[in-house]
T-cell receptor, first 110, second 114 residues
Framework: QKEVEQNSGPLSVPEGAIASLNCTYS??????FFWYRQYSGKSPELIMF????GDKEDGRFTAQLNKASQYVSLLIRDSQPSDSATYLC??????????FGKGTMLLVSP | GAGVSQSPSNKVTEKGKDVELRCDPI?????LYWYRQSLGQGLEFLIY????????KSGLPSDRFSAERTGGSVSTLTIQRTQQEDSAVYLC????????????FGQGTRLTVV
């Protein structure tokens, strides 16, 4: 059974700090990796995706992938209170469904 | 449409009744996913459609749940003889294909079984 593990949190950081969110996955065949943000009462919103080992930056967000360690992370620089949400890691192995972790709650305090 | 559309947004039904939830994916998207999210919980996979291939039904929790996708577009999730534990938000997502493409979610259907 494919598993995606995330620390449930909450992860609390002060405004302006770097938030680091981590995710591990069990299936070595996994090919694509996604980070979604979900505000309370809303549906998940895609914020980053990464397919290759290394870092991928988009604005204040950086996704990091290490396939050898089966590890993917999301860094949020200059965290803002509006970043407070649950962050979901999702993994896809080719033509198959997306497997989600249970999410990490991030709280950014002013 | 521009995004994934789900209907109804909210549904309240009596225990034992059947319900149908609809998902209209982004035009041209061949992959369609159904998930369920109970209050404060993660996303529970239900079923996955990819083009004309047989759907992956491995997440359906019981034989009361079924889904179909007509013409490779609109999908309907049917729950027969609803139970209180079926109360959740049912989320649909679609992607251009199942391989290395991003999935986008609809706004969900909040189902309450009373």
């Amino acid at each position: 059974q494919k598993e995606v593990e995330q620390n449930s949190g909450p992860l609390s950081v002060p405004e302006g700090a770097i938030a680091s969110l981590n995710c591990t996955y069990s299936d070595r065949g996994s090919q694509s990796f996604f980070w979604y943000r979900q505000y309370s009462g809303k549906s998940p919103e895609l914020i980053m995706f990464i397919y290759s080992n290394g870092d991928k930056e988009d604005g204040r967000f950086t996704a990091q992938l290490n396939k050898a360690s089966q590890y993917v992370s999301l860094l949020i620089r200059d965290s803002q209170p509006s970043d407070s949400a649950t962050y979901l890691c999702a993994v896809n192995e080719g033509y198959s469904t997306l497997t989600f972790g249970k999410g990490t709650m991030l709280l950014v305090s002013p | 449409g521009a995004g994934v559309s789900q209907s109804p947004s909210n549904k309240v039904t009596e225990k034992g009744k059947d319900v149908e939830l609809r998902c209209d994916p982004i035009s041209g998207h061949t992959a369609l996913y159904w998930y369920r999210q109970s209050l404060g919980q993660g996303l529970e996979f239900l079923i996955y459609f990819q083009g004309n291939s047989a759907p992956d039904k491995s997440g359906l929790p019981s034989d009361r749940f079924s889904a179909e996708r007509t013409g490779g577009s609109v999908s309907t999730l049917t729950i027969q003889r609803t139970q209180q534990e079926d109360s959740a938000v049912y989320l649909c997502a679609s992607s251009a294909s199942g391989l290395n493409t991003e999935a986008f979610f609809g706004q969900g259907t909040r189902l309450t079984v009373v």
